[in-house]
């Protein structure tokens, strides 16, 4: 089959350079393979059983809540209360992330960019507000704070 494929390309190819000239089938033949490009690209990829390309959405994604749980874990020891589990502090963060994405949603774009340092807050708030709720297996809180500070 594919030769016989073969031999009738390279009558194609003798007849149209025949007819129009070896200048139109250079241009013809760029134009074609360009498709054939285009066609394989857009067509004929298919992304199932293949890795994720690199430096996607989820990986910038990945290292932001990185970052959050890095500042998190300096800003909770500093402040005196107790840095939570590395588990628990990223459940925590992607929470606070999720929060703010529901603050945001009723916002317009422009609105969200303008006000960044807004929705930090609301993020360190709602990690903060969780860690300072915190309790030990034994039921007790977790900060110095709340162990001391008598109970009304």
């Known amino acids: 089959m594919l030769v016989k494929l073969e031999r009738l ?16 089938y250079s241009e013809e033949s760029r134009h074609w393979q360009s498709f054939v490009r285009f066609a394989r690209a857009y067509f004929l990829f298919c992304r ?34 107790k840095v939570p589990a590395e588990k628990e502090l990223r459940s925590l ?13 009723d916002m317009g774009v422009m609105t969200v960019r303008r006000n960044r340092a807004f929705l930090f ?10 860690c300072r709720g915190l309790k030990n297996e034994d039921g007790g809180p977790l900060n110095a704070e709340e162990a001391s500070a008598p109970r009304a």
């Open 9 to 24: 390309r390279r009558r194609a190819k003798r007849a149209f350079i025949r007819v129009r000239g070896q200048a139109a």
């Open 48 to 81: 199932c059983n293949r890795p994720r390309l690199p430096f996607g959405n989820r990986d910038v994604r990945r290292r932001f809540v990185q970052d959050l749980i890095e500042y998190f874990e300096e800003e909770l020891s500093s402040a005196g209360l």
């Open 93 to 105: 963060v992607r929470r606070g992330l999720r929060s703010a994405r529901r603050l945001m949603a």
């Open 121 to 130: 807050d609301r993020i360190c708030s709602y990690v903060i507000d969780r």
